[in-house]
DNA sequence: AATCAATAGTTGACGAAGGAAATTATTTAG
DNA sequence: CTAAATAATTTCCTTCGTCAACTATTGATT
């Protein structure tokens, strides 16, 4: 088992987390990278090799004009550790284990019966069980929980403040989790969890600033600014979902009116499809087929959906000008509907050069919630 | 003359930061405050101290039980060196002199024939040659100059990529500054000084997150997020004014619809109240007194005004969850007509917890915008 | 082959910065 | 006058990172 990498100098934690997230790098180039010397990354980096975090990878390729010693880039192990992640929804526990790069390397999900913080624990803990004695032989080397939970999340405490999906009010998560489980827990937002996993390892990597936006039952925004994920001073940031963008529109939960989340949530959007087809039990699958099929009422609401999504980012942008966005989400599984649309309400709004901002839309992989928890659990060995 | 106050050690930097934005602190107060020992704080002031920076009070008020040798706290010599902030419009210069502590000393302001660029600054260098030879003697305590300019600036430059108001494309002002008045010269965004302005001198005290809304012929917004000022990857951030909040709002200069500033601008305000009181040739004044004379439907404008400003205030905060938020502007001059409106509209549509987030609204000052360029060269001194 | 230039990486001396704890300074309470 | 409490300083020490010299490894040139 490898030790604790508690309290380590900035420059190894520099290094540490520039080789996971940027891929093996020469001392040299991390020098160059992290504005230190040449020496100071050798330092930094020898306690990591010999803890068996950092390996030197063979001299392959040869750059530049040919002359000279060819660089032994320092690589993650990626196998050396592995971290279990596991999203908290109202019916539903998913789990992963993944590896220091976080790559899936084995998952998991039960079913809850009911979402009380107790029942919940219990599976929790079952689940984890399942995962670290399952294939892999991953329990000898795993130490790290992570927790992805909707709400209001205190991840310095690891309280969830409150979760309207789940109906939690204070409960102490992460000291109950490590009581079931044994391991060290880190608990965080959901949204927030997966915008970390993109920074570190998806496409916002390197970005100092960066914007994930997320479509489905609700819609969210995880925001890194300043290389650095914010929080809002109250908890809450990121409600992109309940701006409000159209006076007129229709009444949103929050109690305001024409928000993001009441024209283009997946609920939403049934609501609208419903009245647009006339069918008063139609599903969100029946109005995809539907506008797919080219039924041009029921198309107008994905299209309408799209257009708001776009507002929100659009607003987001002209706020804190990211230098990269990507949208995603289970709700974008029908994202050749919506895409257009996203653009084009994004482009229209986008003030001067933020239009330029490059936006990146994909639906949202199976298992990726979980692995955004994972991630935070990653993020708190690295930098802790 | 002090010398330059360059490359500190960061425990001098931050003692100098926290003295100066937060008043006379002990040393003790300081180490708790910075999570520093006391004795680095010793180490820290002594050279702010020698340097003339510092000044060590009187111990004056008890605290606490009684007992103990009192702290002398150590505050800022204001007088100790000048800074001079000039904000540059399109038809006038607005120059101030201010000490360390960002009060204003002496101000001047010249009007501008053409806004272009050689004519601006001979202008410049006249009016700071007045500002510096006017009573006071500022001159030989005097090394740094602000400058304020709205647009597209780079800061890191000094060039100004593009100021549609002076129809200014890539300037290099900074240079061209520093070669006419001998100073050193920081240029920066107009909001954006403002903004850092308020952040140290202002309510924005402490922040760690902070936002400032400007309401007048623009509505813009600076943000500060983990303590640090937002710039934005592509030179833009802030545009609280094309946020848009209404699908079927008035058209916008910026080719979007519905926008803030479409509906609160000055400009936007004087144009519908000229349709709503039929008056072709109303000016921004006789709108205000016909409002406050009880006319329903110029009043109404200017509560869809605040109810606009409001909503993109909830955007702002529901996005980045500030600590506190200050509203102002010369636009605000009539603000006894906007603020139960941008008070409502934010209550509205602020998500949660985000509605306890204090906003305080009140008129902008005269000067206030050269005292932010002001503002702009003591911090490129303090924290360069 | 020998040498040189170029680049990568290591090493050890050094200096700057900050912590720990003993010491000094200054006050009030008794 | 002494003890307790708090503030500030000082000294010693550790840590971290730079600097510059040095080793290592390659391709190119002669």
């Given at each position: 088992?490898?030790?604790?990498?508690?309290?380590?100098?900035?420059?190894?934690?520099?290094?540490?987390?520039?080789?996971?997230?940027?891929?093996?790098?020469?001392?040299?180039?991390?020098?160059?990278?992290?504005?230190?010397?040449?020496?100071?990354?050798?330092?930094?980096?020898?306690?990591?090799?010999?803890?068996?975090?950092?390996?030197?990878?063979?001299?392959?390729?040869?750059?530049?004009?040919?002359?000279?010693?060819?660089?032994?880039?320092?690589?993650?192990?990626?196998?050396?550790?592995?971290?279990?992640?596991?999203?908290?929804?109202?019916?539903?526990?998913?789990?992963?284990?993944?590896?220091?790069?976080?790559?899936?390397?084995?998952?998991?999900?039960?079913?809850?019966?009911?979402?009380?913080?107790?029942?919940?624990?219990?599976?929790?803990?079952?689940?984890?069980?399942?995962?670290?004695?399952?294939?892999?032989?991953?329990?000898?080397?795993?130490?790290?929980?992570?927790?992805?939970?909707?709400?209001?999340?205190?991840?310095?405490?690891?309280?969830?403040?409150?979760?309207?999906?789940?109906?939690?009010?204070?409960?102490?998560?992460?000291?109950?989790?490590?009581?079931?489980?044994?391991?060290?827990?880190?608990?965080?937002?959901?949204?927030?969890?997966?915008?970390?996993?993109?920074?570190?390892?998806?496409?916002?990597?390197?970005?100092?600033?960066?914007?994930?936006?997320?479509?489905?039952?609700?819609?969210?925004?995880?925001?890194?600014?300043?290389?650095?994920?914010?929080?809002?001073?109250?908890?809450?940031?990121?409600?992109?979902?309940?701006?409000?963008?159209?006076?007129?529109?229709?009444?949103?939960?929050?109690?305001?009116?024409?928000?993001?989340?009441?024209?283009?949530?997946?609920?939403?959007?049934?609501?609208?499809?419903r009245v647009a087809a006339r069918q008063p039990e139609l599903t969100f699958d029946d109005a995809v087929a539907l506008a797919r099929a080219g039924d041009i009422a029921v198309g107008a609401v994905f299209a309408r959906a799209g257009d708001a999504i776009g507002s929100g980012i659009a607003a987001v942008a002209n706020l804190v000008g990211p230098d990269r966005i990507v949208v995603s989400g289970e709700g974008?599984?029908?994202?050749?509907?919506?895409?257009?649309?996203?653009?084009?309400?994004?482009?229209?709004?986008?003030?001067?050069?933020?239009?330029?901002?490059?936006?990146?839309?994909?639906?949202?992989?199976?298992?990726?919630?979980?692995?955004?928890?994972?991630?935070?659990?990653?993020?708190?060995?690295?930098?802790?």
């Amino acid at each position: 088992m490898l030790p604790e990498a508690d309290a380590l100098a900035p420059a190894v934690t520099a290094v540490f987390t520039t080789v996971l997230t940027e891929g093996p790098l020469s001392r040299v180039a991390l020098a160059r990278r992290l504005g230190l010397s040449s020496g100071a990354v050798t330092k930094a980096a020898r306690p990591l090799i010999e803890l068996g975090y950092l390996e030197e990878l063979a001299a392959t390729e040869r750059t530049g004009p040919g002359a000279g010693r060819p660089a032994s880039p320092l690589a993650i192990r990626a196998d050396c550790e592995y971290f279990v992640g596991v999203k908290i929804t109202g019916d539903e526990l998913i789990g992963v284990v993944c590896d220091l790069r976080a790559q899936v390397r084995a998952s998991a999900h039960r079913r809850l019966s009911a979402p009380d913080a107790g029942h919940v624990l219990t599976e929790l803990g079952e689940l984890v069980d399942d995962l670290l004695d399952g294939p892999g032989d991953f329990r000898s080397r795993t130490r790290r929980l992570g927790l992805a939970v909707s709400g209001d999340v205190d991840h310095t405490t690891g309280l969830v403040r409150y979760s309207p999906f789940l109906r939690w009010r204070d409960v102490s998560l992460r000291e109950r989790a490590e009581k079931v489980t044994g391991l060290t827990v880190t608990v965080e937002n959901d949204v927030k969890a997966l915008t970390v996993a993109e920074h570190w390892f998806g496409e916002g990597v390197g970005a100092e600033s960066f914007a994930l936006v997320t479509v489905g039952a609700g819609i969210g925004c995880g925001l890194v600014v300043g290389g650095r994920l914010v929080s809002g001073s109250r908890g809450v940031a990121g409600e992109i979902g309940h701006i409000a963008i159209d006076l007129n529109g229709p009444a949103c939960h929050c109690g305001s009116r024409g928000c993001v989340e009441a024209i283009a949530s997946t609920d939403a959007i049934v609501r609208q499809a419903r009245v647009a087809a006339r069918q008063p039990e139609l599903t969100f699958d029946d109005a995809v087929a539907l506008a797919r099929a080219g039924d041009i009422a029921v198309g107008a609401v994905f299209a309408r959906a799209g257009d708001a999504i776009g507002s929100g980012i659009a607003a987001v942008a002209n706020l804190v000008g990211p230098d990269r966005i990507v949208v995603s989400g289970e709700g974008l599984a029908a994202y050749d509907l919506f895409e257009p649309h996203i653009r084009a309400g994004f482009q229209l709004q986008a003030f001067g050069t933020v239009a330029d901002c490059p936006l990146s839309i994909r639906a949202l992989p199976f298992e990726e919630w979980a692995r955004g928890a994972a991630t935070v659990s990653i993020k708190a060995l690295v930098a802790s």
